[in-house]
């Protein structure tokens, strides 16, 4: 990024919006590893989640068969156990007779559960999803029945839930409108489920938009009522130099939120996450484009979203690296998972200092 790329790409945004400058760093390479190829089970590979376990292991899921539309798509996991250098084998997670099922979203809960949310397509679009949760009280080896969270059709999961300063959860999903498999419908809403750990309810905030669409929010908590989400915009995939990530706030608790707005950073119509870490940083990932799925980029912010002062290019090519997720372990370490072209899903590891070298 030079300075006149900048200066286009981010100064009109930054009047709009407060996070302000954003410097490249130059790279130094963070390596990336193969956890899942083409080979199995079945070509396609698509959005992946990661959840480090209470004993340590690192649990991936995804959904995978012979293609995003096509029938037999289905749940899978794959383990690395603590110490250990090689990922298992996968295992199927979650399996729908006669239907598709998609977005898993792996999540380790403070109360020893394992969660597994994903969707249910019950039509031939994502606009008739439902979402699911299975839960694991054995650490991910085995899960229970399904359960319906949404019985509504067109709601979806993507991004990992948050533990509120309260001790009850926060799980970030979308509402999904249309029937145009490449375009992501205006209509399309944010929202956030408030799950009561005492009554065990599932409750949702009110519902954003924004004036493509908007998707996939990925959120912190900065205080007791403070809460700030970064979203994935709608629209179509041509090419296009209004492709901007969106930004919500809300300021009760995470149960209204601001209408969505143009962010500094570029969207090409494609997921990004929000991570806060141990000792209050945020680290953002995306692809620094307006319209392809390349140059996947880790921000970091260390005043709480107001400036992002930093940039890592982790991977740049063609293939398209897609649906970024990101955790940060007991001790430190920051993982991403990634897909690659599709039919690949990829590890990164890294430490915080990592992003400044």
């Not at 080979?39 to 396609?44: A, D, F, H, T």
């Not at 031939?124 to 399904?146: C, H, N, P, V, Y």
């Amino acid at each position: 990024m030079n300075t006149f790329r900048l200066w286009l790409n981010v100064l009109m945004p930054l009047m709009l919006f407060s996070p302000a400058f954003i410097v490249e760093v130059a790279a130094a390479e963070i390596p990336i590893q193969q956890v899942v190829g083409p080979e199995i089970p079945g070509k396609y590979k698509h959005p992946a989640s990661i959840t480090e376990l209470d004993n340590g292991d690192l649990l991936v899921v995804y959904f995978g068969g012979d293609g995003e539309y096509q029938p037999g798509t289905a749940i899978y996991g794959v383990r690395l156990a603590k110490g250990e250098s090689k990922w298992s084998e996968p295992v199927m997670l979650a399996n729908t007779p006669e239907r598709m099922d998609g977005n898993a979203v792996i999540w380790q809960t403070p109360h020893q559960d394992v969660w597994l949310l994903y969707v249910t397509r019950y039509g031939k679009e994502w606009s008739t999803a439902r979402i699911k949760l299975k839960i694991s009280t054995d650490g991910g080896r085995t899960f229970s029945d399904s359960m319906l969270v949404t019985e509504e059709i067109g709601y979806m999961v993507r991004n990992k839930p948050i533990v509120k300063r309260d001790g009850n959860y926060l799980i970030p999903i979308y509402h999904e409108y249309g029937t145009d498999t490449e375009v992501s419908d205006g209509r399309n809403t944010g929202l956030f489920l408030h799950y009561d750990v005492e009554e065990r309810t599932f409750t949702k905030s009110q519902e954003f938009g924004y004036r493509k669409g908007v998707e996939q929010p990925a959120v912190v908590q900065l205080s007791d009522e403070h809460f700030i989400a970064y979203c994935r915009r709608g629209g179509d995939y041509n090419e296009t130099d209004d492709g901007w990530m969106v930004f919500t706030e809300s300021h009760d608790g995470g149960w209204t939120w601001t209408p969505g707005t143009d962010s500094p950073f570029p969207n090409p119509n494609s997921a990004i996450d929000l991570t806060q870490l141990a000792n209050g940083h945020l680290l953002l990932i995306y692809n620094d484009h307006m319209f392809k799925r390349r140059k996947l980029t880790v921000a970091r912010s260390t005043d709480g979203g107001k400036t992002f002062p930093n940039l890592k290019v982790l991977l740049d090519d063609d293939a398209g690296m897609a649906y970024p997720y990101m955790i940060q372990a007991k001790n430190g370490d920051i993982h991403v998972i990634f897909t690659y072209n599709r039919v690949k899903v990829m590890h990164a590891v890294f430490q915080e200092d990592d992003l400044l070298k």
